[in-house]
């Protein structure tokens, strides 16, 4: 592959002109977020677009037509299901991308691995300013002292209301914001309150055997009660504690109490808040701008719509969040050429990260979420804090692992009726294995 990408660039250098040409590179860029070739294909400019698959689809194309040397990002889409499993395997092939997407609790495994470079110098060079990432995105690109990714956004759970619905309960204050519970016996209480008054649920989220919405949300309450879901030194975990208790019997009670309809999977949860049917559904922040066309459709039962951060209910400000971040995959047979191009794109999406937080994801940089153009995005302000209380697990491997065990154990309290304790003690056993075997570097 390489030699065919020296002829290409090559070939490119002598069609150009020369100034700043001469290191013209051909490199290859693979992600997710879906393929849309069709609508975004011939799309320069990434404000004219749309959507995690339009807007990176667009920056790359805007990439490829202006950067000064003359270098040419080609995509390699994959499904995101499959992705990592492709990605690894580039690898064995030698078919390495010169960038790629990950998720900031993916980054662990690869960096164990040293299958990734080392970018802190690199960006330092090329003028990509570290200090401008909030903490919570600089420590989810970082390992070992070192950054090894650029942040791209952090996504976390918020709150998605129905204003109307909560009109009608009475939970709108005179300034026309939305009354959230502080506690959860408040939670309770208003949901109950909620459900006389308008007769829907007072919540909805996936809530399916696979579906781990509830978990993150488990996670956000421990890190309310100032617990570390899993030790920062990734050794131990305290998922059976008091705290993690209070969290699951919480959790257990939204369905009990018939606040929440345990039978709806996340495509269930949409349409449920879209048709007037759940006053709050817990989702992320990649569903804002979705939400907010549909509301502004009118095709919806969804009129009114609002955003709000997930309310402290347990004493201190916190969020699950995760990232999506570029890496550069480690390749022996990487020209320098190729990899001053991967750091030049890198450089361009970080310049351009104002463009990706229109998804709805939350910027990385500071400069951007203080900036004008964030806050009059839609519903912004709203959650323009939300990078200030995001929390991530720590740099552990297996995330993955751990995410599906706490998913198999949580769920079964409101779908097969285990009690909250029985399924603490379950995951934490299940969760302390999966510890213990990366701890060992298996």
Request: net charge negative; aromatic share 8%; proline share 4%.
């Amino acid at each position: 592959m390489h030699h065919s990408k020296a002829l290409a660039a090559l070939a490119l250098t002598t069609a150009l002109t020369a100034g700043g040409a001469a290191g013209a590179a051909e490199i290859q860029l693979m992600r997710f977020f879906g393929d849309c070739q069709n609508e975004y294909g011939n799309v320069n400019d990434a404000s004219q677009a749309n959507g995690e698959c339009g807007i990176i689809t667009a920056l790359v194309n805007q990439f490829n037509a202006t950067n000064e040397g003359g270098h040419t990002v080609v995509v390699q889409t994959a499904d995101w299901g499959a992705y990592y499993d492709l990605l690894t395997a580039t690898y064995q092939t030698g078919n390495i991308p010169d960038v790629a997407v990950m998720h900031a609790s993916v980054l662990p495994d690869f960096v164990a691995r040293d299958l990734v470079t080392p970018l802190g110098s690199l960006f330092q060079e090329a003028g990509i300013d570290t200090a401008d990432f909030v903490p919570a995105a600089l420590q989810n690109a970082s390992a070992n002292g070192e950054v090894y990714a650029l942040p791209f956004d952090l996504h976390a759970l918020l709150f998605h209301i129905n204003m109307d619905l909560m009109q009608q309960a009475g939970f709108v204050n005179e300034d026309g914001t939305v009354r959230l519970p502080t506690s959860p016996e408040e939670f309770i209480q208003m949901g109950k309150e909620f459900e006389e008054k308008t007769g829907q649920n007072y919540f909805a989220t996936e809530s399916q055997a696979n579906e781990g919405m509830m978990v993150r949300f488990f996670n956000s309450l421990m890190w309310q009660q100032g617990v570390d879901v899993i030790s920062p030194d990734g050794t131990t975990a305290s998922i059976n504690s008091p705290e993690g208790l209070k969290a699951a019997t919480f959790i257990k009670q939204i369905y009990d109490e018939g606040l929440a309809d345990p039978n709806l999977d996340a495509l269930g949860a949409d349409q449920a808040f879209l048709s007037g049917q759940a006053g709050i559904e817990l989702i992320g922040t990649w569903m804002v701008d979705n939400f907010n066309a549909q509301a502004a459709g009118g095709q919806v039962a969804l009129k009114n719509y609002a955003v709000a951060n997930v309310p402290n209910l347990f004493g201190q400000d916190a969020v699950w969040a995760d990232s999506h971040m570029w890496v550069v995959p480690k390749d022996e047979g990487r020209s320098p050429e190729e990899q001053e191009a991967a750091v030049a794109f890198l450089k361009f999406l970080n310049d351009n990260n104002f463009q990706w937080s229109r998804t709805g994801h939350l910027s990385v940089r500071q400069s951007v979420i203080d900036s004008p153009e964030f806050a009059a995005l839609p519903h912004r302000s709203s959650y323009a804090n939300t990078a200030q209380i995001a929390r991530s697990l720590p740099q552990t491997q297996n995330q993955r692992a751990i995410y599906n065990a706490m998913i198999s154990d949580i769920t079964a309290t409101w779908l097969a009726g285990a009690e909250p304790q029985a399924a603490l003690d379950s995951a934490q056993s299940q969760v302390e294995r999966i510890l213990r075997r990366s701890n060992r570097g298996g």
